[in-house]
């Protein structure tokens, strides 16, 4: 009889002990991956790597300077670069690439400046090669414009990728409402999964993922998933590619996190609004370079990062030095420490 | 042209339309087929856009199944066991080429084949050891791996790890991923790494079994040139793009947007346009031989339709022609033509024609209505009665004129027996045995009766009427058409005649005589008007004389015609001699002086209204430069309503007059002067004497004598006083004798100051003018009086009241003055009184002509009464 008791007894605590491990496993584990990685650690590369210089491919023959940049900086950057080229009388060629083309052709030495939207990953950080931070930009998750929910918590919004929040009934709309008892569909484009930041600011592995995740391989089909289905969410793109590159006309609906709109800047500048790009330019530092107007050029870009277009969404490292984010050199490597109840 | 026209409708609608059609087919159906082509185009374009989409999407998803393949790999339990077991013996060998191990069949540290196969075509799968040195590599294929894959650099390893990693390697695209087997402390205990070239087999593997028609190529940017495609026999790789230009439909995108590739290629879409422009091309021709029957189909229709029509015409001819003949229309000349030609020729012929007809139609019933219209008034008007009636005797018409003799309306005798209605019975008989006569035509086709009528109202008439009989076209009696008068009044009247006629003869017998005796009488007359003639035309003469002398014309203006006429002498007033020019104002206005013409025009007016006579003098300027001056008077003639429509006057040269008036006038003014001067004078010198007896009574002592001085110089002032007022007054000869009296008795009073100032003098005195023969002697009488009256009439201080009055009665002057004093010793005698100033009151009484009475009932008041004819 007392055995029995004890059985029970013990079974009980167990029971209470792994549902609290458990419980205080999901309270501890944030998920939110690593927004920079460690600006000291470069990459090992062979010393004839080293010793060659920056030598220019076919589309960047006879010019002065050549410049590859992800799809989000081209459009962006283009117009700038092209006044800079005219005011000092330089030829520049420009690529219109992704990342992943960035880091080709840094590492066949074929530009001088490469531009990511994404932090330095760790095979990225190539010898004698420095980043600049230009600023940041908002990343959001977009659903159909018919779908009543606006604003979901980013534990909401983790645990809708994760696959833990199944249906929008059990999310609230702006009324208080539940809303409407439809599964979820969730998509995104996991990109650059060597650097950190981007979608690993909502959660850090892929493996973190739904199994139910639809992955889509470009910037449109994430469009054309919301756009197709009515209840379905995906991420992590910016507006302007939302708005103005792929789906002209129509405006699907970025939900607020917290509260906070990725298309109010203040809310990003302060760190509240937590998931976005980081857009970086790369010189390289050898001495052969120092003779080309490279810094010139980023120095330039870094200094009229206000003028951009506002569609795009960039805000400058200017305003994120004054925000108390953290910079090593021009290369921001830090968040502002803020409690994430809108206090800093 | 000619024979054109003269083709049958149906065969010409028929070629016309085959013609249009033909031209039409010519014309559209290029544009037709091109627009076709267009719609075809933009079909492709839309199916390759879509095409396009679900290749990259399956190409994506193909990649993206390389790193699951690589996780699936790496958490296999066989990898595991044969990492940890012995025969890897990695801890005792070396790496070196020479010591890497090939495999042709899945190894040990891999699955089956069975599992192989459903992971997607991976052609090397390298395991590395945990320093990333290669160990062993399973071929899929029997090739050798490239170089750089045997002696892969550790980027490439860290590139690919974790994520399916796009690159180049020696010069060819391929696509690596790689995981590492990790021990419980995270250590890295091997690495396996997949490694395919995106040659063509992965293309045509990446768009699945079921597409394996699809066309997907990846293409270098610079030059563009395919590098590998999923059907080489169709797309050879090396084949530069351009080539494809035409035969191909491409579109694709420029980059992967993994982050994970450093590839610039492009992944495009072919799609051929020669099926699509085949099977445009079948649709066109099916649709061409479709739309050739359908045409042929439609003419045949069409070509029923017409021969239908065109028979509908020629019935439709054939009624017009019958038309013609019936309405006796000569038949136009027709052109050659189709059949529709002809009935049209026909139709406006015979449209000619009728139309004409109508209007002709239209004109002659308007004429025929305004026939009738005036028929009718005429019968209306007409003091006659018209009466029209049928053989049998009935009422067909009858005017107006008609029903008012015999009082019935017209509908009450339409229809009606006319001998049964209106005849009396006693006449019916006979008048129908002479209707019935006459119309059977034996008397003549008109006649003359008259025969009684009796009227609604019973009265018995008699009517002559003028009969006619009525026949129709073919000359058969139809009526009888009478004019009838009611000649009963004159029947009457001609009996009256002959009676009066009889009585006339008579009376004309006694007439002659009596003529004859006025004959006699009327020659006398007219002698003796032939003397009043003469006389007449005498006295003209001596009008015109007397006119001429006096310088006095007479004028009349008709003032409806406008017309003047002058006499003799007014035309030598205005300069003219008599006759020699028109009688015209409007000359007479010219030679008028400017300040006249407005007053003459205004006193024209002003007589014509009635407000005032006319009559005006006026300067002229006469033809002989002379200044007349004129007077001219008028009179106005109004008819019966008052208006005015003569005027006559007279006009006369007053020149000499007004000269003479002047002359008049100036003399008079010399001798008023001259009056004025001497009343003055006399005025002056009876001062003078006054005022010498005045002297002479202040030195006299006795006061009966001063008295008697004082007395004379009274009867001196009053005089003079008078002589004063003359002097003043613009009226020389006469005064006002009021206002002298008022201040004649002032001056009395104030001579008398000491026995007036208990004395009040009361004045009644009315306004009153009178000549200075009177005036004098009444201004002593009140003098005497007043002074009597003063002196005597309140002894001892006494007070009292004088009263003198000035009255007008009638044609009478009463003058009185009195007293409430102690009055006149009773045995006075007024009228031969022993006192001067009774005696002097007495004879000027008598001077003037006039009556003294004396009243003593209260006091004394003496009346004195004399003519208005002395003012």
């Known amino acids: ?344 | 042209m000619t024979c054109f026209r003269k083709l049958p409708l149906t065969l010409k609608m028929t070629l016309i339309t085959l013609l249009v059609g033909i031209v039409t087919w010519a014309l559209l159906d290029p544009i037709h087929r091109k627009s076709m082509k267009r719609t075809f185009g933009e079909q492709l374009k839309d199916r390759l856009e879509q095409e396009a989409y679900e290749n990259r999407m399956l190409f994506d998803g193909y990649v993206d199944r390389f790193m699951q393949s690589t996780k699936i790999l790496i958490s296999q339990r066989g990898l595991q066991d044969y990492v940890n077991s012995p025969a890897a013996k990695w801890e005792s060998l070396p790496p070196g080429k020479d010591r890497t191990i090939y495999h042709n069949e899945p190894p040990a540290w891999l699955p089956k084949s069975s599992v192989i196969r459903t992971l997607p075509d991976v052609h090397y799968i390298f395991l590395l050891d945990k320093k990333h040195s290669l160990r062993e590599v399973y071929m899929k294929y029997p090739e050798t791996p490239p170089a750089e894959l045997l002696d892969p650099v550790p980027l490439l390893i860290q590139m690919s790890h974790q994520q399916a990693f796009m690159t180049e390697i020696n010069g060819k695209p391929y696509i690596m991923a790689s995981e590492s087997l990790r021990d419980d402390h995270g250590n890295s205990l091997s690495t396996l790494l997949l490694a395919a070239p995106l040659d063509n087999q992965f293309l045509l593997e990446s768009q699945g079994v079921v597409s394996s028609n699809k066309l997907v190529a990846l293409v270098s940017i610079e030059p563009a040139v395919i590098l590998s495609s999923s059907h080489p026999e169709t797309l050879t790789p090396g084949t530069e793009l351009k080539a494809l230009q035409g035969s191909y439909l491409y579109t694709g995108k420029g980059f992967f947007d993994y982050g994970s590739s450093d590839l610039r290629i492009n992944f495009m879409t072919f799609l051929p346009v020669r099926p699509y422009d085949v099977l445009s091309e079948s649709i066109l021709k099916e649709e061409w031989v479709n739309r050739i029957i359908t045409a042929l189909m439609l003419i045949l229709s069409f070509s029923a339709l017409m021969f239908w029509i065109t028979k509908r015409v020629q019935n439709l001819t054939g009624k017009v022609r019958d038309a013609e003949v019936k309405l006796k229309i000569e038949q136009p000349p027709v052109r050659k033509g189709d059949e529709l030609e002809v009935l049209e020729q026909r139709f406006l012929a015979l449209s000619e024609e009728v139309l004409s007809s109508h209007e002709s139609i239209k004109e002659q019933a308007r004429m025929l209505r305004q026939e009738r219209d005036r028929a009718q008034n005429y019968l209306d008007t007409a003091a006659s009665i018209f009466l029209v009636t049928d053989t049998d005797h009935n009422v067909i018409l009858i005017n107006k004129r008609g029903c008012e003799i015999l009082g019935y309306r017209e509908e009450e005798l339409i229809g009606r027996g006319w001998f049964e209605t209106i005849l009396p019975a006693d006449a019916r008989e006979n008048a129908k045995s002479d209707f019935q006569e006459f119309i059977s035509n034996k008397t003549g086709s008109e006649i003359y009766l008259e025969s009684p009528v009796r009227t609604r109202k019973g009265e018995q008439r008699t009517i002559g009427w003028h009969a006619t009989l009525l026949k129709d076209e073919a000359g058969n009696i139809i009526g009888v058409l009478g004019s009838g008068e009611d000649v009963t009044d004159r029947r009457k009247a001609e009996e009256e005649l002959l009676k009066a006629h009889k009585m006339l003869e008579s009376r004309v017998k006694d007439r002659t005589s009596e003529l004859e005796k006025a004959n006699v009488i009327l020659n006398a007359e007219i002698n003796q008007r032939t003397q009043i003639e003469k006389a007449l035309r005498k006295s003209e003469h001596q009008l015109e004389k007397a006119q001429a002398i006096a310088h006095i014309g007479n004028w009349e203006w008709d003032i409806q015609s406008n017309k003047v006429s002058w006499s003799n002498e007014v035309y030598r007033i205005y300069g003219y001699r008599p006759g020699e020019i028109e009688p015209d104002y409007e000359a007479v206005k010219k030679a008028m002086h400017p300040d006249s013409i407005k007053i003459f025009l205004e006193s024209i007016d002003s007589a014509l209204r009635g407000e005032r006579p006319f009559e005006m003098e006026y300067n002229f300027f006469r033809r002989d430069g002379r200044t007349s001056i004129l007077h001219t008077k008028g009179e106005v003639i109004r008819d019966s309503a008052g208006s005015p429509v003569k005027m006559f006057g007279v006009v006369q040269d007053i020149t000499e007059r007004k000269g003479m008036e002047d002359r008049i006038r100036a003399s008079l003014k010399e001798k008023e002067v001259l009056l004025q001067e001497i009343h003055h004078r006399v005025k002056n010198n009876m001062t003078v004497i006054s005022s010498l007896l005045k002297l002479q009574a202040d030195k006299v002592t006795d006061e009966y004598y001063k008295e008697l001085f004082n007395e004379s110089t009274n009867r001196i002032k009053t005089m003079a006083l008078i002589h004063e007022k003359l002097y003043r007054s613009e009226d020389l000869a006469s005064i006002v004798f009021s206002d002298y009296l008022r201040d004649m008795m002032d001056n009395i009073m104030c001579s008398y100051e000491i026995r007036a100032h208990k004395v009040r003098l009361n004045k009644e005195l009315d306004r009153i003018t009178l000549a200075l023969d009177t005036a004098i002697p009444c201004g002593l009488i009140v003098n005497e009086l007043l002074s009597n009256s003063l002196k005597y009439a309140f002894p001892d201080s006494m007070s009292g009241e004088i009263r003198v009055t000035l009255r007008k009665n009638n044609d009478k002057v009463e003058l009185t003055v009195g007293d409430n004093g102690v009055g006149l010793p009773p045995d006075l005698d007024f009228r031969n009184p022993r006192s001067l100033g009774l005696n002097i009151v007495n004879a000027l009484v008598g001077q003037i002509r006039g009556n003294i009475e004396l009243h003593r009932e209260q006091g004394t008041e003496f009346l004195i009464t004399f003519s208005s004819d002395n003012y």
């Open chain 1, 1 to 344: 009889m007392i055995a029995r008791r004890k059985i029970i007894l013990y079974c009980t605590v167990a029971i209470i002990l792994f549902l609290t491990s458990w419980a205080l496993s999901e309270i501890w584990h944030d998920f939110r991956g690593e927004a920079f990685s460690g600006p000291a650690k470069q990459l090992d590369m062979p010393d004839e790597w080293k010793q060659q210089p920056v030598r220019y491919e076919n589309w960047a023959e006879n010019a002065d300077l050549a410049v590859t940049l992800d799809q989000h900086l081209y459009p962006a950057l283009l117009p700038l670069i092209n006044k800079y080229a005219r005011e000092n009388n330089l030829k520049i060629a420009v690529n219109e690439g992704t990342c992943g083309i960035s880091a080709g052709l840094l590492m066949r030495k074929a530009v001088d400046i490469a531009g990511f939207c994404c932090p330095p990953g760790g095979t990225d950080r190539y010898p004698d090669l420095t980043y600049h931070t230009l600023g940041i930009g908002s990343l959001a998750i977009l659903v159909n414009p018919v779908n009543p929910v606006d604003d979901i918590t980013f534990k909401q919004a983790q645990q809708i990728f994760q696959g833990k929040i199944h249906r929008w009934s059990e999310l609230k709309t702006a009324g208080g409402r539940p809303g409407p008892d439809v599964p979820i569909i969730s998509a995104a484009r996991l990109h650059c999964k060597t650097r950190p930041g981007h979608w690993r600011l909502l959660l850090s592995d892929e493996d973190h993922f739904s199994a139910r995740l639809r992955t889509v391989g470009s910037i449109q089909d994430v469009m054309f998933e919301v756009y197709n289905n009515d209840y379905a969410i995906a991420g992590f793109e910016t507006l302007y590619m939302a708005h103005y590159r792929y789906l002209q006309g129509v405006k699907l609906k970025p939900l607020r996190i917290d509260g906070y709109s990725p298309d109010v800047q203040e809310y990003l500048v302060s760190g509240n609004y937590r998931i976005y790009h980081t857009y970086n330019l790369t010189a390289w530092t050898g001495e052969s370079q120092k003779k080309k107007p490279v810094a010139d050029l980023i120095d330039y870009l870094i200094r009229h990062a206000d003028v951009i277009d506002a569609s795009f969404g960039i805000v400058p490292s200017s305003s994120l030095r004054k925000a108390g984010w953290i910079f090593t050199g021009n290369e921001l490597t830090g968040e502002p420490a803020i409690k994430h109840d809108g206090s800093s």
